[in-house]
């Protein structure tokens, strides 16, 4: 540590192997597998994935799961939003929103006719006013007033381009979760597999362990009995384990050791 930083190399970590340590000479830390130092926070990150806007924080080992559901159930909400707006944008301009005007002025006209008769009764003579678009009533299921419009179909556009774009964004995550890489490791594996490729050979991710130990890696063990077999309960219990708000931290290691999983703890 007394030496300067200058004196110290680091060595590219896509010339490391899969379980070799060197040293991060930014935050003069020794640097484990599969972390890297984020320029944004400052910190050294274990399986750093991105630094995220939207959560204000780097997504790496401790809050990469709770950046998933984050994804899944912002997905959800948005798409909840657009089928709720779906019927009233698309009936902004058909046949029962105009109708719905039509008979608005109507019953507008017929309530100022008897106002009419009121005021002619007792001898003042007062000029009606004209019937506005904003003052049109809902007199059909799912069909917006005028002045509804605008906010329906920011609220429609909104939440179905966000909905589609996270959606796609926890697809590749899920399809990253399912091959046991990060988003940094998934550029630099691709790079190996087209040199692996240009040398007639088959470039195979150290860390992948398969679909099942690839989700349990992230979101914990699926079941305790060491079985291929999985009941239903298991099942269920595991979706709960998934989806669930909760504060635990991971179970397993940030990395696979040599003959699969281990817990922290």
Same mark, same amino acid.
């Given at each position: 540590? #007394?030496?300067?930083?200058?004196?110290?190399?680091?060595?590219?970590?896509?010339?490391? &192997?899969?379980?070799?340590?060197?040293?991060?000479?930014?935050?003069?830390?020794?640097?484990?597998?599969?972390?890297?130092?984020?320029?944004?926070?400052?910190? *050294? =990150?274990? #399986?750093?994935?991105?630094?995220?806007?939207?959560?204000?924080?780097?997504?790496?080992?401790?809050? +990469?799961?709770?950046?998933?559901?984050?994804?899944?159930? /912002?997905?959800?909400?948005?798409?909840?939003?657009?089928?709720?707006?779906?019927?009233?944008?698309?009936?902004?301009? &058909?046949?029962? +929103?105009?109708?719905?005007?039509?008979?608005?002025?109507?019953?507008?006209?017929?309530?100022?006719? #008897?106002?009419?008769?009121?005021?002619?009764?007792?001898?003042?003579? !007062?000029?009606?006013?004209?019937?506005?678009?904003?003052?049109?009533?809902?007199?059909?299921?799912?069909?917006?007033?005028?002045?509804?419009?605008?906010?329906?179909?920011?609220?429609?556009?909104?939440?179905?381009? /966000? &909905?589609?774009? =996270?959606? *796609?964004?926890?697809?590749?995550?899920?399809?990253?979760?399912?091959?046991?890489?990060?988003?940094?490791?998934?550029?630099?594996?691709?790079?190996?597999?087209?040199?692996?490729?240009?040398?007639?050979? /088959?470039?195979?991710?150290?860390?992948? *362990?398969?679909?099942?130990?690839?989700?349990?890696? /992230?979101?914990?063990?699926? #079941?305790?009995?060491?079985?291929?077999?999985?009941?239903?309960?298991?099942? !269920?219990?595991? *979706?709960?384990?998934?989806?669930?708000?909760?504060?635990?931290?991971?179970?397993?290691?940030?990395?696979?050791?040599?003959? &699969?999983?281990?817990?922290?703890?």
């Amino acid at each position: 540590t #007394n030496l300067p930083t200058g004196a110290i190399k680091s060595i590219p970590w896509m010339l490391l &192997g899969p379980h070799d340590w060197s040293f991060c000479t930014n935050s003069r830390q020794a640097k484990p597998p599969r972390a890297h130092f984020d320029h944004v926070t400052k910190s *050294l =990150v274990l #399986n750093m994935d991105h630094y995220c806007p939207w959560m204000f924080n780097v997504v790496g080992y401790f809050n +990469y799961r709770y950046f998933c559901n984050f994804l899944f159930y /912002v997905g959800i909400g948005m798409m909840y939003g657009t089928m709720v707006s779906l019927n009233p944008f698309l009936n902004m301009d &058909g046949e029962l +929103y105009h109708s719905q005007i039509r008979q608005s002025r109507k019953l507008y006209n017929a309530s100022i006719s #008897n106002n009419t008769l009121t005021t002619l009764t007792t001898g003042l003579q !007062i000029q009606p006013p004209k019937f506005h678009r904003s003052q049109a009533q809902h007199l059909y299921p799912y069909v917006p007033t005028p002045s509804e419009c605008t906010p329906i179909a920011f609220t429609f556009m909104i939440c179905c381009s /966000v &909905g589609i774009a =996270v959606l *796609l964004l926890l697809a590749f995550h899920l399809y990253l979760i399912l091959t046991a890489q990060t988003t940094i490791e998934f550029h630099g594996n691709n790079l190996k597999k087209r040199r692996a490729k240009e040398r007639d050979q /088959v470039y195979v991710n150290p860390y992948d *362990l398969g679909y099942r130990r690839n989700l349990e890696q /992230v979101w914990g063990i699926f #079941n305790h009995r060491n079985s291929a077999s999985i009941t239903v309960v298991e099942s !269920i219990a595991f *979706l709960r384990k998934m989806l669930a708000p909760s504060f635990r931290e991971p179970e397993l290691l940030p990395v696979p050791l040599v003959g &699969g999983l281990r817990r922290r703890y």
